[in-house]
């Protein structure tokens, strides 16, 4: 009784034991670190760039005669720009690693962690309902092309791919805002929230959200939802033709059944992997959107902090997009083995 009480007692310990050498634990605390070194390098890599871009944020100022050569020098000082470059980017590593500052932004005068946690939200709101809205549309249309191939529907659809890709973002964005603009008041020109949406319930303030959500959405899901019907059409006519499907349909199995069971799961793994630089390009895919729907997020803040050289908000939005890299091709990966278990995570690059 002692002994399986004994048992009992150790197998939570033994438990987070097999956790902690499980396979996937191992191979994130792996991509973790090579992460980490990643990052490191490209940290390094955007401060030069920075650098080597003529001008600064203070130029600017100095051209303006009420800003007095006094103000100037102590902004200098206030930011750090009086030190050499390289000691200025190891300043600003201490104050990233140490206490996760990036520094205070020359427009705003209030840290960029702030800047970027106000941000965030609303990117990744509108980024990920494009992503999720994109699939849901692009993969049945896809596999409906693929199953009817060479068919009157296949040729519409492949012409709708074509078209989509043809057209920019911009150019999408620039469609539709034309569009809310003659349809107004049915949707709203831009912005995330409407005038009133503080006195709204809690329902209505998302329903809201949702309302001023459709043509931004829409501007970002085409271009991406054209490349990922091809894709999966391409994809699955390929494993269509491979022999054990064929076998299986001459085994009698129901056709819905080798296309779903048989057919998808076989072509599924390209599509995921799209998912990595699906999530990368949140940041960059969001720019023009938010620019033109003057959505309140991260990508339409780098702009400004761009066009404003403004030093280390440009240096945290770099950042933040190579964070996006690195989670999203490590998700790509685990969804990868959760899908075919066949895949050994060590084998992937």
């Known amino acids: 009784m002692a002994q399986s009480n004994d048992v009992i007692a150790r197998s939570p310990l033994s438990n987070f034991q097999d956790i902690l050498n499980s396979e996937t634990t191992l191979y994130i605390f792996k991509r973790l670190l090579q992460a980490a070194l990643t990052l490191l390098l490209a940290s390094a890599l955007c401060f030069a760039i920075v650098e080597l871009a003529p001008g600064d944020y203070l130029d600017t100022?100095?051209?303006?005669?009420?800003?007095?050569?006094?103000r100037i020098t102590e902004l200098t000082q206030q930011f750090g720009l009086d030190k050499p470059p390289i000691i200025q980017y190891f300043r600003w590593l201490f104050r990233v690693v140490t206490r996760f500052d990036f520094g205070e932004s020359f427009v705003y005068f209030r840290?960029?962690?702030s800047?970027?946690?106000?941000?965030?939200?609303?990117t990744l709101l509108l980024a990920i309902t494009s992503i999720i809205a994109t699939w849901a549309i692009a993969i049945p249309l896809g596999i409906l092309s693929a199953v009817k191939q060479n068919s009157r529907v296949d040729k519409v659809l492949r012409v709708l791919s074509y078209f989509?890709?043809?057209?920019?973002?911009?150019i999408t964005a620039l469609i539709f805002l034309i569009i809310a603009q003659f349809l107004s008041p049915l949707f709203p020109v831009g912005g995330m929230t409407s005038i009133n949406h503080e006195e709204l319930s809690f329902v209505g303030k998302i329903l809201d959200i949702g309302w001023h959500m459709i043509l931004p959405t829409i501007a970002l899901s085409i271009t991406s939802f054209a490349g990922l019907q091809r894709l999966t059409r391409g994809q699955l006519l390929d494993v269509l033709r491979q022999d054990y499907i064929q076998t299986a349909r001459a085994k009698g199995l129901p056709e819905n059944k080798v296309i779903y069971v048989h057919a998808l799961r076989n072509a599924i793994n390209p599509l995921i992997t799209l998912i990595g630089f699906e999530f990368a390009s949140l940041l960059s895919g969001s720019f023009i959107a938010e620019f033109f729907f003057n959505w309140p997020g991260l990508g339409r803040l780098t702009l400004q902090a761009v066009t404003a050289q403004d030093k280390y908000l440009v240096m945290a939005s770099l950042m933040m997009g190579a964070t996006?890299?690195?989670i999203g091709n490590l998700l790509a990966d685990l969804l990868l083995?959760?899908?075919d278990p066949r895949i050994k995570l060590e084998n992937l690059k």
């Open 324 to 326: 996006m890299l690195i």
């Open 61 to 70: 100022l100095k051209e303006n005669p009420q800003i007095s050569p006094e």
């Open 164 to 170: 989509g890709q043809g057209f920019p973002s911009f």
């Open 111 to 113: 840290s960029v962690s």
């Open 337 to 339: 083995k959760a899908v």
């Open 115 to 122: 800047l970027l946690l106000e941000r965030i939200p609303a």
